[in-house]
């Protein structure tokens, strides 16, 4: 049974960095895209970053509200994908959800994807 884990979240000021990283426990996870979430209460889960499959070219996509500041890379040899978010802003603050698609196409749509993590909640706060 595949499973998913985020890790990598905290408190952090504005303006700052913070890496996070996914980790799934399938050797197959290189086939799949992977995306990232995050949500806030009261507001549905958005999409922020996603990575396509290596067999799909390992394209990324971006949410509007994150391009230029946050980055999706993966290591396979690690079944790690990783979100390096820079420029920190308050607005960024939510449970980040890391989920493994069922295909290999990078999608930012929650109905795209199977395997969810329990999510690391990442605050940006003065």
């Known amino acids: 049974q595949l499973h998913i884990v985020e890790s990598g979240g905290g408190l952090v000021h504005p303006g700052v960095s913070l890496r996070l990283s996914c980790t799934s426990s399938s050797v197959t996870s290189d086939s799949r895209a992977i995306g990232w979430f995050r949500q806030t209460p009261g507001k549905e889960r958005e999409g922020v970053s996603c990575i396509s499959a290596d067999s799909s070219g390992g394209r990324t996509s971006y949410a509007g509200s994150v391009g230029g500041r946050f980055s999706i890379s993966r290591d396979n040899a690690k079944n790690t994908v990783y979100l390096e978010m820079n420029s920190l802003k308050p607005e960024d603050t939510g449970v980040y959800y890391c989920?493994?698609?069922?295909?290999?196409?990078?999608?930012?749509?929650?109905?795209?994807?199977?395997?969810w993590g329990q999510g690391t909640q990442v605050t940006v706060s003065s």
């Open positions: 989920a493994q698609a069922g295909g290999f196409l990078c999608s930012l749509l929650v109905a795209d994807y199977e395997t």
